[in-house]
């Protein structure tokens, strides 16, 4: 079973920045792509981009571009989303997912991120 | 940015019964096209890629197909525990895109 294990709730001030931490195991950090979505309740899941751990490589979502930047850390095989300058309307449910033959896999649980004003 | 369009919205149905979702997307995406089932407060989980592969461990009552433009998610003999929503997303190019989802009631 693949294991994509995210960090706890996170309450954020606006104009604030957030880091989640998605914890993969050594063969999804070394073998495949690791994207971030996020979703509100009622809509669907909204891509935000992707990042090859093993290159640090990284693609983004152009909505999101100047906004996010994602990390992996090798020593522990996690993944990170920093995301900055933090609007209400970034309250939503932050995702992490590995990307395996064109598709999602495996899913974290989920964080959930509150901006607040 | 390829536009996702799923149909019906939402939909009621008895157990037993065949439902079919429809996904269409704004330009051809070819067969990247992948189904998701979400329950509330999970994360959503694959049911299909491809288009018409189906995941380890997903009932033999799922199934994905290709007509057209049009991509078709089928549940054969609808059961309690598919009360869902539904997703469809491509990967045919950055930014993926999903569906709006399907609803699934019983």
């Known amino acids: 079973q693949v294991q994509m294990e995210q960090s706890g709730a996170e309450v954020r001030k606006s104009g604030s920045s957030v880091k989640i931490s998605c914890k993969t195991s050594?063969?999804?950090?070394?073998?495949?792509?690791v994207s971030w979505m996020r979703q509100t309740p009622g809509q669907r899941p909204e891509w935000m981009g992707r990042i090859i751990p093993l290159h640090g490589k990284t693609d983004y979502a152009q909505k999101f571009k100047n906004r996010v930047t994602l990390i992996a850390d090798t020593s522990t095989t996690t993944v990170y989303l920093d995301l900055s300058s933090l609007t209400s309307d970034d309250t939503a449910f932050y995702y992490c997912a590995r990307e395996a033959s064109a598709s999602f896999d495996s899913w974290g649980q989920g964080t959930l991120v509150i901006v607040s004003s | 940015d390829i536009q996702m369009t799923q149909s019906p919205s939402s939909l009621s149905a008895s157990v037993g019964d065949k439902v079919t979702i429809t996904c269409r997307a704004s330009q051809n995406i070819r067969s990247w096209l992948n189904w998701y089932q979400q329950k509330p407060g999970q994360a959503p989980n694959l049911l299909i890629n491809g288009a018409s592969r189906l995941q380890g461990g997903v009932p033999l009552r799922f199934s994905g197909s290709i007509s057209g433009a049009n991509f078709t998610l089928t549940i054969n003999s609808l059961q309690p525990e598919d009360v869902a929503t539904y997703y469809c997303?491509?990967?045919?190019?950055?930014?993926?895109?999903f569906g709006p989802g399907t609803k699934v009631d019983i």
């Open positions: 050594g063969k999804t950090f070394y073998d495949h792509a």
């Open positions: 997303q491509q990967s045919n190019d950055t930014p993926f895109t």
